[in-house]
């Protein structure tokens, strides 16, 4: 008894060698009742794909390296939990199109991007966080200038910077600030570092255009740099708090700067929503779980998973790739809503 090959499954199911190649891989250019067809022959014959023997032949890894940046959080994992919710999607999708993961944790002090400029270690990379974008931005364009094949999770540039998947942040920006302005908030405060993050800055001018809309003052002294911990949005409302500045609601760049921000409010007696109202950015497990819970963006982190790991896959296989934007809803919870108003 011999081993069956992919010729044997092409015989059956009266297609190319090549077809049944790219189906068992996944690939979306194969229609969906041939995949189906092919794999249940497969199945049916006890067919394994020898994967060293056509990653030799392809002189691929059939590996994509999925790499998280550190990020300083309070539990110590140093990685945002918003990349965690998009890992589970990311690891499916490799799954489905044949494709093996290697995660790797990389701190950003690092040269990382050499370590994987040239190698053999993955076909491609992905890339979730970056902390500050100044620091991040060379070692982007030393990828781009040596051919490694990336995508990452963010804003879309105009200096093509890689190919990018990436939620609508002005959009979020906006819904935020009209909710806010819809509650009666008229001195919104704006907790991020626009100037070190696309996405925060993109947010924010989400936030400037709601607040010109409605006909009211861009207060500089409402805009403290905040990164994406819950110490740094308690140490910026604690700076809004101390130097006097009026604000009756907190829109904070991220869920985490919120949640430090609801802390800070209780901590001086403050009320949350009924002295202030917050805002975040990202609908984390934790934001429905803190008190109240968070009125928050959510972006759609199953669908980025996937549109992550297929634009790569398209970009090793040599075919077009765009840049994407996910569109983005607010979901209403009780941080933002007074009393006897609705929230979910």
Known sequence: MRMPTSLDIAQLAGVSQSTVSRALRGDPMVNEKTRDRIRDIARRLDYTVDKNASNLRLQQTRTLALLFFEDPTSDESNINPFFLSMQGSIARVCSERGYDLLVSFQQMSRNWHAEYTGSHKADGLILLGYGDFLDYRHKLDALVQSGTRFVRWGSALPDRLGVSIGSDNPLGGRMVTEHLVAQGRRRIAFLGAPEHSPEVMERYRGYEAALRTAGLEIDPALRIDAITTEQSGHDAV???????????????????????????????????????????????????????????????????????????????????????????????????????????
Do not use: W, Y
């Open 238 to 344: 604690l700076s809004l708090l101390d130097r006097g500045v009026a604000f009756d609601a907190a829109f904070g760049a991220s869920d985490l700067i919120a949640i430090g921000a609801m802390r800070a409010l209780a901590d001086r007696g403050l009320r949350v929503p009924d002295d202030v109202a917050v805002v975040g950015f990202d609908d984390i497990a934790m934001a429905r779980s803190v008190h109240p819970p968070l009125t928050t963006v959510v972006q759609d982190t199953r669908r980025a998973g996937r549109l992550l790991v297929e634009a790569l896959i398209n970009l090793i296989e040599g075919k077009p790739v765009h840049a994407t934007r996910l569109p983005t809803h607010l979901i209403v919870r009780r941080s933002s809503v007074a009393a006897g108003s609705t929230a979910a």
